[in-house]
């Protein structure tokens, strides 16, 4: 149980293109999702917190119109990097939370390696 | 603010090699512990974690004991294999912290030989 999914696992984009980014758990509920970022042979970042029907809590010195976020059920969550440029290029992370139980274990997707050409 | 700090790599171990990677923290709560591991190309995936003061935490031949006294959460294996090598993240999660964030160290990676 508690599988978190990522799709896709690998995009290569043109510079200037925007890519979405989807988060699902697949075998439970999740009111908050979380979006990390890592760089090579570096640790996580936190971007910001999705909670489910409001608008996602972003840390500081994230720009939240660069990377849109959108947590539009209790299953799924998506991160759309706007207008992406070579910097963008990173290792995104996404996590889940379960709704029920004692909630402070986060699942962890598979990742996504975007590469902005 | 809470922070973890964990040793830095590269370790490098022969196979049954006994393993150690400290790992302190801050925290201003009451912290739940974690280690990921993560293996190369992949997410993280849960190691073990404990709760509170004096949990040991254990799995896959791995052991971690929550140490309040000394804010630590060392990981420990008695004998590591090739297919330990991988990149371990310490972290915490405070609950008094809004979405209970967790916050991680900067990993420590391991790589293990034949």
């Known amino acids: 149980g508690a599988v978190v999914s990522q799709h896709p696992s690998r995009v290569i984009c043109k510079s200037g293109t925007s890519v979405k980014i989807e988060c699902r758990s697949l075998?439970?509920?999740?009111?908050?999702m979380f979006w990390y970022r890592q760089f090579p042979k570096q640790s996580l970042m936190l971007m910001a917190t999705?909670?489910?029907?409001?608008?996602?809590?972003?840390e500081q010195g994230v720009e939240k119109d660069k990377f849109l976020i959108n947590h539009a059920s209790l299953t799924l969550s998506t991160l759309t990097v706007t207008s992406a440029h070579p910097e963008d290029s990173s290792f995104y992370i996404c996590?889940?939370?379960?709704?029920?139980?004692?909630?402070?274990?986060?699942?962890f997707g598979p990742g996504t390696r975007l590469t902005v050409l | 603010g809470d922070s973890v700090t964990q040793m830095e790599g590269p370790v490098t171990l022969s196979e049954e090699a006994f393993l150690t990677i400290n790992c302190t923290y801050t925290?201003?709560?009451?912290?739940?512990l974690f280690w990921y591991v993560q293996y190369p190309g992949e997410g993280l995936q849960l190691l073990l974690k404990?709760?509170?003061?004096?949990d040991k935490g254990s799995n896959k031949g791995f052991e971690a004991t929550y140490r309040k006294e000394t804010t630590s959460f060392h990981l420990e294996k008695g004998s590591v294999q090739v297919s330990d090598s991988a990149v371990y993240f310490c972290?915490?999660?405070?609950?008094?912290?809004?979405?209970?964030?967790?916050?991680f160290g900067g990993g420590t990676r391991v790589l293990v030989k034949p």
């Open positions: 404990a709760t509170k003061a004096d």
């Open positions: 972290a915490l999660s405070d609950r008094g912290a809004a979405g209970n964030k967790l916050t």
């Open positions: 925290a201003t709560g009451y912290p739940s």
């Open positions: 999705s909670n489910e029907g409001s608008k996602a809590t972003y």
């Open positions: 075998d439970f509920q999740a009111t908050t």
């Open positions: 996590s889940a939370r379960e709704t029920s139980g004692s909630g402070y274990e986060q699942f």
